[in-house]
């Protein structure tokens, strides 16, 4: 070996490339003149290709391995060039890395509300926002459509497109789908999958793959939002008088509740069923106006400790003949200060006096 074939040999070209921005697609290893070595190593690593570029045309495209740039490794460059079988000089070309891992988390939402006529509400508009995944599927696509000279390609300077090319797809989609929007929730994944196959192809045409398109959410503007809230609410209340009931009882059995706090909300607890007897007449006889009858008293009366209530005096009858309610026992009313016998009580004593005595 010659003493400048052993200098030249302790200065082997070496080209690779380290993607430390974690958002670049393509990336031009600069190298001056554009001049590299014959025989020089070139590194491509996994998820990455190398692709050759003489005179604004490309060449060829190296998956991942380790290269020594020859002939042999280089066919189309080696024709356009027109080397010899023994040439080993230095060669000019541009060499590109593509970084053929897939990009996640790329975001795309609607900027405008999509206006959709709904079979339930009538016109409403949406707003909807998600992700989507893409790769680079064809190097030397990608670099002829859309990279170009451009030596530093970051997926930011594609985004914008591609998020317009999803928004628009989707808009067709929703719109044409006839979907209630009570139900857009319920068909997320299917929506996503659809739109994916809708825009493969023009994603293709960029030289890149869409692998997943997700849907996060679809909403509608907040005043809709809040009648939708009202009209669920209305719907878990169901029948007024249960929950009315319902509201009573737990009133009652909270901790902390006496006899003395049942005082201040004999008046609430009244009020409560004139509103739903209020409600249940007008489910009955919708078309005839209800006027509410004047404020009828209720009562209350213990038993095993536990008060119960609230009914009327015609009521308290039928609780007296079935003998549900003997003259000692303990009743209450609004007006009453503390709990009382039944006997001691005007309206009720009188209840008394009609019984048949029992057979002896």
Not at 245 to 273: C, H, I, N, R, Y
Not at 337 to 351: C, S
């Amino acid at each position: 070996m010659g003493f400048w074939d052993k200098i030249f040999g302790e200065f082997i070209d070496v080209i690779d490339w380290l993607d430390e921005s974690n958002d670049t697609l393509v990336y031009r290893f600069e190298r001056y003149n554009n001049e590299i070595k014959y025989g020089a190593k070139l590194t491509v690593r996994q998820a990455q290709a190398a692709v050759f570029v003489n005179e604004g045309e490309i060449a060829d495209v190296l998956g991942p391995g380790i290269y020594e740039l020859t002939t042999k490794n280089l066919p189309i460059l080696t024709t356009l060039q027109h080397w010899d079988h023994g040439f080993e000089s230095p060669f000019k070309a541009e060499i590109y890395f593509c970084n053929l891992r897939r990009f996640t988390d790329l975001k795309w939402g609607t900027k405008n509300p999509i206006i959709l006529r709904d079979k339930e509400f009538g016109a409403v508009r949406l707003r909807a926002f998600g992700t989507y995944e893409i790769r680079i599927e064809d190097p030397r696509k990608f670099i002829e459509e859309i990279v170009g000279t451009n030596g530093h390609f970051t997926v930011d300077e594609i985004s914008n497109q591609l998020r317009n090319i999803i928004v628009s797809r989707f808009t067709d989609i929703v719109a044409s789908a006839n979907i209630p929007v009570l139900d857009l929730a319920a068909n997320y994944d299917q929506l996503g999958e659809y739109v994916s196959e809708k825009i493969a192809k023009e994603f293709h045409e960029y030289g890149l793959e869409l692998s997943r398109v997700l849907i996060e959410n679809i909403s509608v503007p907040p005043m809709v939002e809040e009648a939708l809230d009202k009209r669920t609410s209305m719907g878990m209340i169901g029948d007024l008088r249960k929950y009315l009931d319902f509201q009573t009882a737990e009133a009652l059995t909270k901790e902390g509740s006496g006899m003395s706090e049942m005082v201040g909300m004999g008046v609430g607890f009244a009020m409560a069923d004139k509103l739903a007897k209020s409600f249940d007449k007008q489910k009955t006889h919708p078309e005839k106006p209800y006027i509410p009858e004047p404020f009828e008293k209720m009562y209350y009366f213990a038993r095993e400790r536990e008060p119960q209530g609230p009914y009327n005096i015609d009521e308290i009858e039928e609780m007296v003949k079935a003998r549900k309610i003997d003259a000692s026992t303990l009743m209450w009313s609004t007006g009453m200060e503390k709990w009382e016998k039944a006997k001691d009580i005007e309206e009720v004593e009188t209840l008394f006096n009609y019984l048949t005595p029992p057979p002896l």
